[in-house]
Every structure is written in structure tokens, then in C-alpha cells.
């Protein structure tokens, strides 16, 4: 899949919920090989990991979690070129899905990364839970092998060991579709110290998504926040390559 370059990638916002915030995108990123796992959860069990400015969002009466591992690569602030190897590392997420001023949007239980100057950076700029892992990422054929554990100082246990590949053909997703609920936000949310909540604006084309398949080896990513997932398989999505860009976060009122 080619690389788009950042006006290509503004040049399609038609399937947006809102319009593509004014002023200048602060970061461009591209995310590699990812895979989408997800299980219903109660709202009960989520609603006061939320702050109260946020309204957590559901689809047919249940809250979804969320757990994404990927790699990243090109990551560049606007001015600067991207740098090997501080620009490409792997990522591995826990989120859920909220909504504020009638803008859906991610929130992040947590953010792991193989690169402690991104982890440092996110922290400070977004207020995002990023931490250090020690991970790996690679491709056999259309088998990815991924693999990370928690090393930052004083956190909790977090680990996840899989095989994951994508079957069938791509697709978007449909309004109105549960894939669609899942992967189609263009914000993410984050909570200072002090408790002030920020939107951080992304834009990027409709997910080109297939299904997937998952051998898992090992996960524990949601016991660092006291959630236990029910006993089923997640919903599986994998998606090979999205250009995105995002803005510096603003507080919400």
C-alpha cells in the first residue's frame, strides 16, 4: 500500500462525523499489521474508570473494550523528518469508547511502547498513559508474531503474546455497523493530574479492515485497571496500513 502524503490524506473528510478541526496537524503517523480485539463489557464495570466529563458510549446496551497491538513507523512532527529508529516501534493499546459535545471519541486505559523518548513526549504532551515495554513485531508471510511486557518503573503487569493474520477480503465499514462503531472516531480523549480533559483531533481515510485470526499465547493488559473479560472470544479485525494525521489536544470544557 502506498504512503499518502499528507494533503492526499486531507483530501477525502466527506466520511467524517464532524468536520477536520481548523488549524495546523502537529503529527504525522502511519500504523502497520494492526489488530483490533474487542469484548462487550458492563458499563458498570467501566463508568468510574471514566472521568465525568466524558459519557462512555455503547452499542446495543453494552460498553466495549478494547486491546490493539501494531507498529508504527514515519512518526514525525510537522517540521521534522522522521528519524530510524525513534520514528518506527511498536504500540500496544487498552481503550474504550466515549463521547463528549456529541463527539465519539477513544479513551486509552493505557498505551505500551518500545521507545522511551515517544512514551516521554506522549506523557507530556497529550497526557496519555504511555509506558515502556520491551516488544517485537514480525511478519511471516501474512503472520504477524508480536509480543510485549511492561518494564516501566513502578507500573502495574501488563503482557501480550500472539499470532495474528488477517482472512478474507478488505472492506469498510458501514454506518450504523458495529465496525463501524468501533474503529470509525476521529478524536481521542485524555485526563491531566489535575483533571482537566483534552480532545485530541486525528484524521485519516475509512479503515480498510478484514477479518482476522488469533492464536493467543498470553494477555493480561486489563487487570492493570481491575477488569476481567468475559470468558469468549473477541471480535477479530485486522488492518494492514493507515496514513494518519493528528492535532495537539485542546481542553474541553
Known sequence: MQ?????????RTGHRPYPVPSGSWALFMSWHDLLF???PIPEEALRSLIPPALHLDTFDGSAWLGITPFRMSGTRPRSLPSV???SNFPELNV???VTA?????????????RNPIAVRLARATFSLPYFDAEMSCHLVG?????RSVRTHRGAKEARFAGRYCPVGGPFNSRPGTLEH???ERYCLYSASRGG??????IHHHPWPLRRAELEMESLAMTEQIGVKLPEMEPLLHFSKRLDTLAWPPRRIA
Open 196 to 201: 482537566n480533559v483534552y480532545r485530541g483531533d
Open 142 to 146: 501474512d503472520e504477524v508474531r508480536y
Open 3 to 11: 504512503a499518502w502524503r499528507p494533503r492526499e490524506i486531507l483530501s
Open 101 to 113: 459535545n456529541d463527539k465519539p471519541g477513544i479513551w486509552f486505559f493505557s498505551l505500551d511502547a
Open 181 to 183: 462503531f468501533l474503529t
Open 37 to 39: 480485539m474487542h469484548w
Open 84 to 86: 530510524t529508529p525513534l
Open 95 to 97: 481503550r474504550t469508547y
